[in-house]
């Protein structure tokens, strides 16, 4: 009933920028929190930033000051500006968001199916 549709991984030389996004649809009745996680091969996954509805950002100390998140509230599209990428910065990004639908009485998480991002020479 919900999708989230990312798209804008890649490769990328150490220094370089990305930008995902990812793209909410299907019966959504209002939008949490969207936001980014990633996981690196032998690691948890972990958070990157995340956004509220009225616009509060919160970033992991690795990326503050590189990464900038955003969002298109009438478009359900959450947005991460990756900049001066680092080689550990290489993972799948994975976007989440906390929803409710027009069917269910309360907040659920949904995820995409998860994006490369490679930062390599």
């Known amino acids: 009933q919900v999708q989230l549709v990312e798209s804008g991984g890649g490769l990328v030389q150490p220094g370089g920028s990305l930008r995902l996004s990812c793209a909410a649809s299907?019966?959504?009745?209002?939008?949490?929190?969207m936001g980014w996680y990633r996981q690196a091969p032998g690691k948890q996954r972990e958070l990157v930033a995340a956004i509220t509805s009225g616009g509060s950002t919160n970033y992991a100390d690795s990326v503050k000051g590189r990464f900038t998140i955003s969002r298109a509230n009438v478009k359900n599209t959450v947005y991460l500006q990756m900049n001066s990428l680092k080689p550990e910065d290489t993972a799948v990004y994975y976007c989440?968001?906390?929803?409710?639908?027009?069917?269910?009485?309360?907040?659920?998480?949904?995820w995409g199916q998860g994006t490369q991002v490679t930062v390599s020479s």
């Open positions: 299907g019966s959504i009745f209002s939008i949490n929190t």
């Open positions: 989440q968001t906390t929803l409710r639908t027009y069917s269910s009485s309360g907040l659920r998480d949904y």
